[in-house]
């Protein structure tokens, strides 16, 4: 079965300042999707990133960027020149045949 | 291009009642899914269905809980004499046939209070 996890319940980052949220994905399928999702107090599910496990390039979208590394089962998110409209939930997931499987979700807070 | 509409916003039952939760996946998209999400968790998939075919449930739990997507109108979450415990976010996502990605374009929730 897949799982995903993510250690980090909560972070906080000063504004301006960079942060990585770690996740590691756990799965027997050989080609499959990774993802960050934001969920801000509207709750809201905003995609932020998508990361191809075939890949080699590590996927970048203006301010985020992931660092897939595959054999460890390991895909962070960096958030660079954090925002205040940045605080939010972030959960990290992953495809698994034909459904997403989602972390718990880290509670990302930007403090001016 | 609406994107993926989710009605009601907030739904409130009391025990024992029925909630039906309806969710219009975007235009073009045939593949549905819903999730829920428990107060400080993640969310947790429950049924993916096309048109007229459940394709797999295996996050139902076992009673009380019923989708549908018939070939007209939108999917239907059916939770039937609900429970406290019931009380949570429901997010419906789409996708498009074919998407290699499994891209799934989520909807703003319907959150269902059960006094």
């Known amino acids: 079965a897949q799982t995903v996890t993510q250690s980090q319940p909560e972070m906080s980052v000063q504004e301006a300042e960079t942060v990585t949220l770690s996740c590691t994905y756990d799965?027997?399928?050989?080609?499959?999707?990774l993802f960050w999702y934001k969920q801000p107090p509207s709750r809201q599910m905003i995609l932020v990133i998508r990361q191809e496990a075939y890949k080699q390039q590590n996927a970048t979208e203006n301010r985020f960027s992931v660092n897939f590394q595959k054999a460890a089962k390991s895909f962070s998110l960096k958030i660079s020149d954090s925002q205040l409209g940045d605080t939010a939930m972030y959960f990290c997931a992953g495809t698994s045949y034909d459904k997403v499987i989602f972390g718990p979700g880290t509670s990302l807070s930007v403090i001016p | 291009n609406a994107g993926v509409m989710q009605n009601p916003r907030h739904l409130v039952r009391r025990r024992g009642q029925e909630a039906r939760l309806r969710c219009s996946p975007m235009k073009g998209h045939s593949h549905v899914y819903w999730y829920r999400q428990l107060p400080e968790e993640g969310l947790k998939f429950m049924v993916y269905?096309?048109?007229?075919?459940?394709?797999?449930e295996s996050g139902m739990p076992k009673e009380r809980f019923s989708a549908e997507f018939p070939k007209e109108g939108p999917s239907i979450l059916r939770i039937q004499q609900v429970v406290r415990g019931d009380s949570a976010a429901y997010f419906c996502a789409s996708s498009p046939p074919l998407a290699q990605s499994n891209e799934q374009f989520f909807g703003p929730g319907t959150r269902l209070t059960v006094l």
């Open positions: 799965t027997s399928e050989s080609n499959y999707y």
């Open positions: 269905l096309q048109k007229e075919n459940i394709i797999d």
